[in-house]
């Protein structure tokens, strides 16, 4: 395997499968599949799981909500995708742990780095929820804080499209997928990897960014294989 340690970043929409809202468990099945593949190659899983699927706080604070309350809200959203995703990990027989940034004890571990990394080290997958604890963020910044903080040696970013591209493969047809690009060029050509305050986190630590396909089954092992598939961020 190319990467030994991996942190994975799943958005919300991603669970919601063909759904307009929620969860699909099937789709929840096939990750947790995937995930359990590369478990058994001896890589370390760390996971940030997004909340687009149930709430975004700017969606609330677009309709007059108090902005922080709803990005409380979306934090919590996380956390019910971590246990959701934890439940269909469990059952595909992965060990698990969860670890929220902001803390809700009888339901998951507190977010303690040490303890994060051990749990890696015994091949426990370790899913983060609750964002970086703080408003304001997104699950991306999450992802990349917490991949430098466990010492990840990638971020893959899950998601519907394979890669990045010229333009929104989803609207222009002429459009290109990018096999490798650098940071500066993804700000030069403004092209859409994360929000800004992520992607300047993961350059400023030069840490690699590969957005794939997840909804493929077989392409994380792929990605972790080190198979040119996706798009890498580099420096
Ligand atoms: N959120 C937050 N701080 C964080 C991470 C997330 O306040 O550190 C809130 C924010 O409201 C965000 C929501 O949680 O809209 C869901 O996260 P995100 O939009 O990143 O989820 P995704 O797009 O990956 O599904």
């Given at each position: 395997m190319q990467y030994k340690r991996i942190l994975l970043k799943l958005s919300g929409e991603a669970l919601m499968g063909n759904r307009q809202y929620g969860i699909d468990p099937d789709r929840l099945a096939?990750?947790?599949?995937d995930i359990k593949t590369i478990i058994d190659k001896g890589v370390e899983v760390a996971i940030v799981?997004?909340?687009g699927n149930i709430f975004r706080g700017v969606a609330g604070a677009s309709r007059g909500m108090d902005r922080v309350q709803g990005d409380h809200m979306g934090m919590l959203a996380t956390v019910i995708n971590g246990l959701a995703l934890q439940s269909a990990c469990e059952d595909a027989g992965i060990q698990t742990r969860l670890q929220t940034a902001i803390k809700i004890n009888e339901v998951a571990e507190p977010f303690i780095r040490r303890k994060a990394m051990r749990h890696l080290e015994k091949g426990r997958v370790v899913i983060f929820g609750g964002g970086t604890g703080n408003p304001y963020f997104t699950t991306d910044?999450?992802?990349v804080l917490r991949a430098i903080e466990i010492e990840a040696d990638v971020i893959l970013k899950g998601t519907r499209v394979d890669g990045i591209y010229?333009?929104?493969?989803?609207?222009?047809?002429?459009?290109?997928?990018?096999?490798?690009i650098t940071f500066d060029d993804v700000l030069k050509k403004g092209l859409k990897v994360m929000d800004t305050t992520a992607f300047t986190l993961s350059q400023e630590n030069k840490l690699p960014i590969i957005v794939f396909d997840m909804n493929t089954p077989g392409n994380l092992l792929k990605?972790?294989?080190?198979?040119?598939?996706?798009?890498?961020?580099n420096m």
């Open positions: 096939e990750y947790a599949q799981i997004g909340g910044s999450a992802a010229t333009a929104d493969p989803e609207k222009d047809k002429e459009a290109t997928k990018f096999d490798y990605v972790v294989s080190g198979e040119t598939i996706g798009t890498k961020v």
